[in-house]
């Protein structure tokens, strides 16, 4: 990871966030992210692979009082994490760890609701990047299905597991849920009218026996093509962005 930081805002600047400015920076993934877990306050929940913690940091700003740990395996993100929790006056637990081998403690414990944001890019079939915690960040070692199997572990009954992932991975990731998560449903997230869907936003339940469902797209910007400079991100996704507005499931 680069030693040089930046400090960039989220949310209109309620998550102001330190991260490196050459590794794995975050974008507007882990905000949507947050934005769909259907958390209240008090709630116990859990990051996989938090990083400098974008995702944890703007769930804990819309919703209060929540119990917060994270996962985070390489060690500089992981004190990242730490420090932009204490800056952001979020109370969170950070345990740096590999989500394949968790440490006791945290083994014994249960989660309402379990987030994460896995790496994208299949080692077998992508380049790595040149960055070592970029790398980490986006290049897939531990397999999506050890991913999916903690995090069910590690939810209390009818808690709920919800990842962002690439759409080409969807049926891996869906094939890793079978039998370990219920009431699966998918929200497909698309860049403009007309496109394919290049991200799924996916829920499971533990215990959950209802049926799947896949829902329409989310559009994330207005018109069909960008024809000029500025922002044009839908008043959905724009109030999801700045003003921390919830982006549930239908």
């Known amino acids: 990871m680069s030693a040089e930081l930046t400090q960039n805002?989220?949310?209109?600047?309620?998550?102001?966030?330190?991260?490196?400015?050459?590794?794995?920076?975050?974008?507007?993934?882990?905000?949507?992210?947050?934005?769909?877990?259907?958390?209240?306050?008090?709630?116990?929940?859990?990051?996989?692979?938090?990083?400098?913690?974008?995702?944890?940091?703007?769930?804990?700003?819309?919703?209060?009082?929540?119990?917060?740990?994270?996962?985070?395996?390489q060690q500089d993100y992981a004190a990242l994490a730490h420090r932009n929790a204490k800056e952001n006056g979020v109370d969170?637990?950070?345990?740096?760890?590999?989500?394949?081998?968790?440490?006791?403690?945290?083994?014994?414990?249960?989660?309402?609701?379990?987030?994460?944001?896995?790496?994208?890019?299949?080692?077998?079939?992508?380049?790595?990047?040149?960055?070592?915690?970029?790398?980490?960040?986006?290049?897939?070692?531990?397999?999506?299905d050890t991913w999916v199997a903690v995090a069910a572990k590690r939810l209390a009954v009818k808690g709920t597991a919800t990842f962002v992932h690439r759409a080409e991975r969807l049926l891996d990731l869906l094939s890793a849920m079978?039998?370990?998560?219920?009431?699966?449903?998918?929200?497909?997230?698309?860049?403009?009218?007309?496109r394919d869907a290049n991200l799924v936003l996916v829920r499971g339940v533990k215990g959950g026996r209802a049926a799947f469902r896949l829902h329409a797209p989310v559009r994330m910007h207005e018109g069909e093509a960008h024809t000029q400079d500025g922002e044009s991100y839908t008043a959905q996704i724009r109030s999801v962005l700045r003003d921390g507005a919830a982006l549930p499931f239908p």
């Open 9 to 73: 805002d989220f949310l209109n600047g309620r998550v102001t966030l330190w991260q490196p400015k050459d590794g794995y920076r975050a974008g507007v993934d882990p905000v949507l992210l947050a934005a769909t877990i259907p958390a209240k306050a008090g709630a116990r929940v859990l990051e996989l692979g938090s990083g400098a913690g974008a995702a944890f940091l703007c769930l804990a700003k819309r919703v209060p009082n929540l119990i917060v740990h994270a996962v985070e395996l």
């Open 92 to 144: 969170a637990t950070i345990w740096e760890a590999d989500l394949a081998a968790l440490p006791m403690e945290l083994r014994q414990l249960q989660f309402d609701h379990v987030f994460a944001n896995p790496p994208y890019f299949d080692r077998a079939a992508s380049t790595a990047a040149q960055d070592a915690g970029r790398d980490v960040a986006m290049g897939e070692d531990t397999p999506l």
């Open 178 to 194: 079978q039998g370990v998560l219920g009431s699966v449903q998918v929200m497909p997230l698309q860049a403009r009218t007309g």
